[in-house]
Each structure stands twice: as structure tokens, then as C-alpha cells.
């Protein structure tokens, strides 16, 4: 029996047409990303995932558990740490987790690359100036700041990443100075968020944003395909004040500035970059710098570096290595992109 034509517009067309609208609603409905929050590192960290909520939200219970594991590994400031049982040695060889021996050797790659100028025994000059603790303050023994030449000298003479004995084979490290100890603050970060990456990775993520107290690493592009846009914190300014957005994908953007962390004591500031050669918080025109590269081990480290070597030689070295480029802030709120960087931001 032949249908008519009204007949197989509906028995074909239509269901044909109501799939369609079904799909561009439902395609076109925009999906809210899973966000959860926890207090690590002595920071506030966001995790931001992208894709269905019933399957992401497993996840945050493991990211959360990298972020205790890695904090009780690496963080000075907790006990039976493997860097803090290092520093507690005084001179005995510490057997430690082979990612501490590795983190170690990187820490140490970057002050040999900057001549000493980052330096993962810095601890006893951190402590000098206040900024051994979870919060800034002067501590008893420095009533006032800055210190004194002589405890500034002494502090000095116990920075030297020299002073770090690894031995793989073992799987120890000791401390050659009885009185030097590490402090992987410049680094630490950095790498956890790598490792949340890559078990994010592992688990088919295909877009998220690591927030690390400002360290931020992010995986992939939004679902809409469109760049993660990253902001930079206005120097000084309120909690909500951006002076830039950088655009990127499968990145990490990380800074270090002269307003995360001060002592303010008689109407001057005091910051927590200090110079391991001088003792004192670094002085060169400079208020933050931000990296932005594939691994944010590697930008963790470079903001501390470029901010210590300074505009001139810190531009240098990030035009010498691939896939990374960086903003320089200067004090008069001069914004300096590095030459990848000025096409994209």
C-alpha cells in the first residue's frame, strides 16, 4: 500500500527533524566544569576538570591524595619529610624516595645554571629573615630587620647547593654542612602539579586547570577549543586586580613576585626573594616575572631564576631555551614579553 507524501514526511522527516533539535540542544548545552578546592602547601589549591560530572569526580579524591603524599615528602616545614629528616641528619647519609633524589638533582641543575643565584639550601638565610614559616614574621632571634652583617655572613656561609650529597645507588642524600639545610619552595610546586597532570592524563582527562596557590597548570584547551585564558596578578593590587591574561593550551603559567610574601617593618617591605650572595631580598627594578612552558617544574624553577638575574640577562636565558617565554613586570608597571609571548597575549 503506497503512502502519501504527507504520510512520509512524518514517519521519516519528522522523527529525522526532532533528533536533529534534540542534538543541537543537547550538543548545545554548555557543560559546567567539576571544581573542587583544598588547603595544601600551606596554600589554598583549585582543581578545575572538564567532561562528564558522575566520571571526574572520583578523580579528586587521588589528585588530593598526590597533593598529601607529595606535601609529607617534600615540604620542609613537615616532620618526618624526606626533606626535613635530610635537614635533621646533620651530615648522615638519609634514605629517601627515588622522586626526591630526582627533584633534588633538578633543584640543583637550576643553580648551576644560574650560578648559584637559585639555591635549594637557602633555609638558613629564609629563617633569618622570617620567612621559614607558614606565615611571614620576624622571628625572635631577628628583633628587628634587616639583620645584622655578622648573622647575615654567618646565614651566607651555609648556602651552597654544593653541600648536597646524592647517592643514587643507595638512595640516600646527606648534607656536607651540619648546618645547611634545603628548602625546595622555588621547585616543589611545580612538579606536583606535573604528577597531577600526568594521573589525570592517565585517566583520560582531556581538559582541566591545576591551581596551585598561583602556580597553574593546564591540560589541553576548553571544550569549546578555544585557549585557557590565564591571569596576572596586578602587582600590589586587590585579590581580584589583573594587569594581563595570557592565552594557553597544554601549558603551564607560573610567577614570582616581590608581593607574594613581605615583612612590611617601618614602612619598608621586605620580600622573600632573597639573593644568596648579598643575604638581602633581591633589589633590581623588577616586581614579578611569569613563565609560561610546557612543564611547570621548569616554570617553577625559571620565575624564581629570571626574577633573580633581572630583566637584562633573565629575557637572555628564556630567549635560549625552546618553548618557553616569559612576562617581566618592571616597577613602573611595564609589561616585557619575551618575543613568543608578545604574538599571543
Not at 595570557?246 to 614570582?256: A, F, N
Not at 621586605?270 to 623588577?286: C, K, M, R, W
Request: aromatic share 8%.
Amino acid at each position: 500500500m503506497r503512502q502519501s507524501i504527507k504520510e512520509w514526511i512524518f514517519l521519516f522527516l519528522v522523527p529525522l527533524l526532532l533528533s536533529a533539535a534534540l542534538c543541537l540542544t543537547s550538543c548545545g548545552q554548555k557543560k559546567e566544569p567539576v571544581v573542587k578546592s583544598g588547603f595544601y602547601f600551606d596554600t589554598v589549591i583549585t582543581i578545575t576538570l572538564y567532561g562528564e560530572s558522575e566520571m571526574l569526580s572520583p578523580l579528586f579524591e587521588e589528585v588530593f591524595a598526590l597533593c598529601a603524599r607529595y606535601e609529607a615528602m617534600l615540604s620542609r616545614t613537615v616532620k618526618d619529610s624526606d626533606i626535613a629528616r635530610i635537614n635533621e641528619a646533620a651530615g648522615t647519609p638519609v634514605v629517601v624516595h627515588p622522586e626526591t633524589i630526582s627533584l633534588l638533582q633538578t633543584a640543583c641543575f637550576y643553580a648551576d645554571l644560574t650560578d648559584g643565584l637559585v639555591d635549594p639550601t637557602v633555609t638558613p638565610l629564609l629563617l633569618l629573615w622570617g620567612f621559614g614559616d607558614t606565615e611571614a614574621s620576624v622571628p625572635p632571634s631577628a628583633p628587628s630587620l634587616p639583620p645584622d652583617a655578622d648573622a647575615l655572613a654567618e646565614a651566607r656561609s651555609h648556602v651552597d647547593h654544593h653541600s648536597i650529597v646524592i647517592d643514587e645507588q643507595a638512595g640516600t642524600v646527606m648534607l656536607t654542612d651540619p648546618y645547611a639545610a634545603i628548602d625546595l619552595g622555588f621547585i616543589a610546586k611545580g612538579y606536583i602539579a606535573d604528577r597531577i597532570r600526568d594521573y589525570l592524563i592517565s585517566q583520560n582527562v582531556a581538559g582541566a586547570i591545576i591551581n596551585l596557590g598561583g602556580n597553574v597548570l593546564c591540560i589541553g584547551e576548553k571544550p569549546d577549543r578555544s585557549p585557557y585564558r590565564v591571569a596576572v596578578k596586578y602587582p600590589f593590587g586587590g585579590a581580584e586586580d589583573v594587569i594581563t591574561t595570557l592565552s594557553v593550551r597544554d601549558q603551564s603559567v607560573v610567577t614570582s613576585g616581590v608581593y607574594e610574601r613581605f615583612i612590611e617593618l617601618d614602612g619598608v617591605r621586605y620580600h622573600h626573594i632573597l639573593h644568596p650572595q648579598t643575604g638581602y631580598p633581591v633589589e633590581n627594578g623588577l616586581l614579578s616575572v611569569t613563565i609560561v612552558t610546557d612543564s611547570s617544574t621548569d616554570a617553577d624553577a625559571l620565575s624564581t631564576a629570571c626574577f633573580v638575574l633581572g630583566l637584562t640577562d633573565g629575557m637572555a636565558l628564556i630567549e635560549s631555551l625552546d618553548h618557553t617565554e616569559a612576562l617581566f613586570i618592571t616597577e613602573d608597571y611595564e609589561l616585557h614579553y619575551s618575543s613568543g609571548l608578545q604574538e599571543t597575549h
